[in-house]
């Protein structure tokens, strides 16, 4: 967890001279606010947070949130992340995507980071299509998704995110629509303080496009895993609900205490100073290859 200062830190502190230009009753602004107020909450302020950001509606959060900000490329967040916190692991680093920018051209990135377990937070704003190029189906449209790219239905399987950082090795994996900002904000503030890679799928409202999953249709169908006494330390149990496809769970579905990538890399001052004493061999290596 990293380092939280004394004085509290008001929510406005994240706020830059930006507006946000989404569209009005978007998912985004929901997550948005999650994201500060948790920042707030923990005491972290601007300087003590980098946050890396994709590209599409989501990512154009760049501009409105005030931190170390990085607006990466699609499907890229997680290799620049990685490096954030191998290079400054004081600071909490979070990073924000859409699902097709997370989950098709940065799936494999997603993968490698849950299995290296990593100690950056993963907030995936699934709003089930591609929204900024105007509404193509996703990895997660479900089948029959008429979108501009799927207009007689779409006809593959989509990907189940939950279940997939469960068995790719995260170590804190869980569900939270951005209609319901007191549960955005604990579950972000639970994924910061966790030590490992995180993954926050939020069901993201996208008014504009996804005339389907609205807030009306999930909240007919979710329902929170606090009141299904769902054991959070429970591989088994959390792949089961996530598994679920009747009714949708939401909240923690997992939680494991695992070394992250970068404790084991051990990045203290200690073990640098260890390291500056190993000379590499050019000369050796010339002689060899060049
Ligand atoms: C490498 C690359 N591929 C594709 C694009 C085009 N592109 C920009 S935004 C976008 C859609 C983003 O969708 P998503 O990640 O789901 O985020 P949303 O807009 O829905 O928040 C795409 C395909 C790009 N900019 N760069
Ligand atoms: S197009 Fe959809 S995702 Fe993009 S800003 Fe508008 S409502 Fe939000």
């Not at 699902?99 to 100690?119: K, Q, V, W």
């Not at 006809?155 to 209609?179: C, D, M, Q, S, W």
């Not at 404790?263 to 060049?290: M, Q, Y």
Request: contains cysteine.
């Amino acid at each position: 967890m990293p380092t939280q200062t004394k004085q509290t830190t008001p929510v406005e502190a994240y706020n830059t001279q930006a507006k946000p230009t989404w569209c009005p009753g978007c998912g985004d602004f929901g997550i948005w606010m999650g994201i500060k107020s948790a920042l707030s909450e923990l005491n972290l302020p601007p300087h003590m947070v980098a946050i890396v950001y994709g590209i599409g509606c989501a990512g154009n959060m760049a501009s409105t949130l005030k931190c170390y900000g990085f607006h990466s490329l699609h499907g890229r967040t997680l290799p620049v992340a990685t490096g954030i916190k191998l290079a400054n692991p004081k600071l909490a680093v979070l990073t924000v995507a859409g699902d097709g920018d997370f989950y098709g051209e940065g799936g494999n990135h997603f993968l490698h980071a849950a299995r290296y377990n990593s100690d950056i937070n993963a907030i995936v704003c699934d709003n089930r299509l591609f929204s900024l190029t105007t509404g193509q189906a996703s990895p997660t449209s479900a089948v029959g998704m008429i979108s501009k790219t799927t207009p007689f239905g779409e006809i593959k399987e989509p990907l189940n995110p939950v279940a997939l950082a469960i068995i790719a090795g995260a170590t804190f994996v869980a569900r939270v629509p951005a209609f319901d900002p007191a549960l955005l904000k604990e579950t972000i503030k639970q994924a910061i303080n966790h030590k490992g890679f995180a993954l926050i799928n939020v069901l993201q409202q996208c008014v504009t496009f996804n005339k389907t999953n609205t807030v009306e249709w999930y909240k007919e169908r979710i329902y929170n895993l606090n009141d299904a006494k769902h054991d959070i330390n429970n591989k088994e149990q959390a792949l089961a609900k996530a598994l679920e496809t009747e009714k949708i769970p939401v909240g923690v579905f997992y939680k494991v205490e695992r070394p992250s990538y970068e404790e084991k890399l051990d990045l203290s001052p200690a073990a640098s100073a260890k390291d500056e004493k190993i000379v590499f061999p050019w000369a050796e290596l010339k002689k060899e290859f060049i």
